[in-house]
């Protein structure tokens, strides 16, 4: 049986801190000088800041990051909410789009051309595949994991999300993808498997990223 070593949930705010910085800092020179190539290399930096601190404090991975075969009505189940959960932040872009269309158009084109800027299959590797375990290693696994001692299921989605909605670094897109963030920090705590946010995230960007490749230049990344 294993024995939990639960940490204090400070210490996930202290790591989500310098994820950040590291995203703010490092990530846009290695972008812009690998293209998405670079997203790669960043996706693989955050891999490490969820994982390093696992082993430098102590904490076994296994509790960390619970892997387990997901059952099949489980991946109906996230499926499912999946797609509710993509109507809500759809509807937030709409509203942001209508506020502030310029800018929004700006962002979905951006990320679009940037994402269509290689092959498919490297593409959906690089920004579906990698974000699913590395991202999901980090939010869901470390961080999340370090808010288990509070007793508040909500408080915990709730900020988990609104951190993953500050995570990406864009003020465009932070309401549909807190919403998607409360989405996956659900399926996280309710079934201590990060095999289905994985499945989450990697559905989310690989449907984004076929939008992407379907509609001219990219314009469908974000939109």
């Keep these: 049986m294993i024995q939990e070593k639960q940490p204090k949930f400070y210490i ?8 950040m910085l590291l995203l703010l800092f490092a990530a846009p020179p290695i972008q812009a000088s690998l ?11 955050i891999l490490a800041c969820g994982v390093t601190p696992v082993f430098t404090l102590g904490y076994d991975i296994r509790l960390v990051l619970p892997v387990s075969r997901p059952r099949l009505h489980q991946v109906f189940g996230v499926l499912l909410l999946w797609i509710g ?7 937030a872009a709409y509203i942001t789009m209508y506020l502030s269309p310029d800018k929004m158009f700006e962002v979905s084109k951006a990320i679009g051309d940037y994402l269509t800027g290689a092959p498919l299959l490297v593409s ?18 470390f961080i999340q994991y370090t808010f288990g001692g509070l007793k508040n299921k909500w ?32 399926i996280m705590h309710e079934t201590r498997n990060i095999v289905l946010p994985a499945l989450f995230h990697f559905t989310n960007n690989g449907v984004t990223l076929l939008m992407s490749y379907a509609m001219p230049s990219g314009a469908g990344a974000d939109d």
């Design 12 to 19: 996930g705010l202290i790591v989500f801190a310098a994820a």
């Design 155 to 186: 408080l915990v989605i709730a900020v988990i999300g609104v951190l993953f909605g500050i995570f990406h670094w864009n003020p465009f897109r932070f309401v549909p993808t807190m919403l998607l963030g409360f989405a996956l920090a659900y």
């Design 85 to 91: 959960s993509l109507l809500s932040a759809y509807l």
């Design 35 to 45: 293209g998405i190539y670079g997203l790669l290399l960043t996706e693989m930096l």
């Design 124 to 141: 959906l590797f690089i920004s579906a595949v990698m974000p699913a375990v590395c991202e999901e290693t980090l939010c869901r696994g």
